[in-house]
């Protein structure tokens, strides 16, 4: 496998991380949304929450920046790295 290969294997696992984190950071939200279900939500816990997927733009521009240059080193767009393409 030569270097570039590696690289882009490399990259497009970096780049599956980096969608899984970004759909993380939902978790507390939701975890808040049905714990309200059996008492009042916690302001500053909700605050805290709605603060941490404010900036998940970035993460989703990151992410598709990742992918053009993906597919621009590789001809292939390797959204499932455990499914890459033959190179």
Same mark, same amino acid.
Do not use: Q
């Given at each position: 496998?030569?270097?570039?290969?590696?690289?882009?294997?490399?990259?497009?696992?970096?780049?599956?991380?980096?969608?899984?984190?970004?759909?993380?950071?939902?978790?507390?939200?939701?975890?808040? &949304? #049905?714990?309200?279900?059996?008492?009042? =939500?916690?302001? /500053?816990?909700?605050?805290?929450? +709605?603060?941490?997927?404010?900036?998940?733009?970035?993460?989703? &521009? #990151?992410?598709?920046?990742?992918?053009? =240059?993906?597919? /621009?080193?590789?001809?292939?767009? +390797?959204?499932?790295?455990?499914?890459?393409?033959?190179?």
């Amino acid at each position: 496998m030569s270097f570039k290969e590696t690289f882009i294997k490399v990259m497009a696992w970096l780049n599956f991380g980096l969608a899984l984190a970004g759909l993380a950071k939902f978790l507390p939200i939701g975890y808040l &949304m #049905v714990l309200s279900l059996w008492e009042p =939500i916690d302001p /500053a816990a909700y605050e805290w929450s +709605i603060d941490l997927i404010s900036d998940t733009h970035l993460i989703v &521009m #990151v992410w598709c920046v990742a992918l053009v =240059i993906i597919k /621009a080193l590789s001809g292939h767009i +390797i959204v499932r790295p455990w499914r890459p393409p033959s190179f």
